[in-house]
Structure formats: C-alpha cells, structure tokens
C-alpha cells in the first residue's frame, strides 16, 4: 500500500521532505498540498514535477484519500494543524517545535490520549542520525559509567531579520533539548541562560551567541551553545563526560584538502545536507510504520512536549538571567510510558 500524503506548508524543509518522499523513499507519495499561500504550493508541486491536488487545508484534511499529513508550516501554526489533523483521524508527521506554547503541545497530548494511540510523530530527526545513534548505544552500554556532563554547540552559518532571541530556544536549542534528554535518559530539572558578547554580526533585536545551562533531575550538567552567525557554516557538536572516559559526535564524512600547505575540510552549509540520512530515515520509519497501521515510533508528542516545556524555562531565564526550573504540568500518557 502506498501512503498518501498531503503537506502543510511548503516552505524550505517542506519542499525538501516533499523532494524526498517522491524521489528517495519507498512507499509514499505526495498526493495534497496546501500552503497559507496557495501560489508557493503551486509553485513546489510544479518544481517537483508532480501530480499532486492543491487546496485550502481543511478540504485537504476533508480528504478521506489522505492518510497521513506532514506538517512544515511556521512553527506558531503547528498547533491547530496537528489538531485539526487528529481530529480528521490522520497520522501525523510534523516538524519541530510541536507547538510553540506548553499548553498547545497539552492539548495535543491530550487529543491523543482521547483516542488512545499514538497518532503523533514529530521532527527531531537527531534520534536517526548515525552518530547520535552511536553516541547513545556507548552511554546505554554503561563501559564508561554514569554520564555527568554533556557539552552541545549548534552553530548556524547566519540568519535573516526575522530570527529573534527566542527564536534562539523555541527554533534551534530546541534540538538539544530533544536529543540530549534521549541521550542520556533523564529530564530537566532547571535551566540558565548566559549571554556573552555579542557578535557584530547580530541584528540589532539578537542577542547572539547565548550559552544555556541545563541540569537534569540526577544532576547531570548540560552546556549548550546557540551561535547562529558563525559565518562559517553548519556546525552541530556533542560530548558526553562519564565517569571513565568521553565520547563525542564523529567527524562528518567529508573531502579534505591539502593546498597550499593547508589541510583543510569541508564544513555543511546548512541542516539539509549535515541531516540528509537523518531526515531520509525518519520519513522512512514513518511511512513504514504508517502502512502497516502501527502507531508512529518516532520522537512522540510526549517528547515534544517535554522539549517545549524545557524551551519555555529557557525563555524565562533569558529574561531573569538566574535558574528556572522546569516542572510538567501533566502526567505522561500510560500509551507511551517507557518509551523515552
Ligand atoms: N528538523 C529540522 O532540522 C528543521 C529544519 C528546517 C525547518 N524546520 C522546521 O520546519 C518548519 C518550517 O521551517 P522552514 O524553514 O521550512 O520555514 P519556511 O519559512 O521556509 O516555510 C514555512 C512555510 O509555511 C507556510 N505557512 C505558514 N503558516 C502557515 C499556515 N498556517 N498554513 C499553511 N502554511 C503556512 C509559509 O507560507 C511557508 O511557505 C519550522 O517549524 C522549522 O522549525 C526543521
Ligand atoms: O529550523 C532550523 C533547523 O531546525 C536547523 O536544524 C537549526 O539548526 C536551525 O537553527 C533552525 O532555524
């Protein structure tokens, strides 16, 4: 059976899942797309080269063809999407954050709890990434003992006028917030923000970079940076400090040079290519998972909320520049206990 998908938003990451299902997957196809302007999904379906119907979202919703929808809008709409999505009794693929506000991703949680099964998968394609992946089976072995400090960086090349300080949160730390809580298999207890100098190449309303300080409930402690005007590139780093030794993230796969008595290395622009296996092999699951009607395994809206909630504390303590801790306001669904 070949899942028919219909696509919220079809900015730069829903072109390219689009790009993938049709070109690179097996077993789905872009059959709906709608976008909040209809010009820009015209324009992806025609670029695409595609057969694909293109209509405002609730006929797409309305559409009993549709099987599962992939939500790529702006982040502030995910909400009422993926609602309006479960309601209609689709599967659910939609991109990180899962919604910008704790009590949105609630009543997401809650919507599911309602019918009793996972209907959710959300985008933190990390937990498909070979490296991760590897970094997470070497904590789990427990060879080098119990985890104590982690050290993330996440750097992006530059951003546009529209990225705030809170972007900085709720639109990229929001990745280590996911994968470090599955990496090490414990949840935020309390968080600190801690802003360095900022670099001459923020706009005016940035602060740029910005230092988080995350400690989880066993007292291990997490230094995340979020510098999203390097200038040099996409650059994603972990370490994890146990007892006995530490264990990084690998060097990407990438040519060297020797020139001119340099040796250089070539450094990813931007997520598409530094996450193109981890975003393949998300939607796979996905799609695999969907067609033999078994409820999404991917990063749940569970996990979404718990990275939205530890978001929100990040935010405050932006404002307060002192320690706000990060407390759940409801319980986890029995359906997906235990799977962290
Ligand atoms: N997992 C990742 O690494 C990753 C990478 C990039 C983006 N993202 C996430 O994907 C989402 C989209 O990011 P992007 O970079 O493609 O943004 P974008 O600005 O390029 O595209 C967003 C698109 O959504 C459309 N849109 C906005 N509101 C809508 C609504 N209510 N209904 C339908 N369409 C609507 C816009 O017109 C635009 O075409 C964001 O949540 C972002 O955080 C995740
Ligand atoms: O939406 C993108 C995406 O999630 C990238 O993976 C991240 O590095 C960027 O900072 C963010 O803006």
Redesign the pocket.
Known sequence: MTIRFGV???????REHMRRITQKLLGGEIAAV????LS?ARKAVEELGIEARIYP?EELLADRSIDAVII????P??EA?VLAAIAAGKYVFV???LATTIEGCERIVQAEEKIGRRMVQV?Y?RRYDRGYQALKSVVACGELGSPLMVRCTHRNAAVDERYTTEMAVL?TLV?ELDVTRWLVGDDYAEVQAVFPRRTKYAHEALQDPQIFLLRTQTGIVITAEVFVNCRYGYDIQCEIVCEEGTVSLPAEASVEFKHDALHKRAVPQD?KLR?ADAYDAELQDFINQVERCNEPQGPSAWDGYLATLAAEACVRAQKSQGWESVTPGISQPKFIAGRV
């Open positions: 919220i938003g079809t900015g730069a990451i829903g709608t976008d909040i302007d820009a979202e790529t809008s702006w982040g709409a995910h999407s991109e990180k954050p985008g394609m639109d990745h997520w996450f």
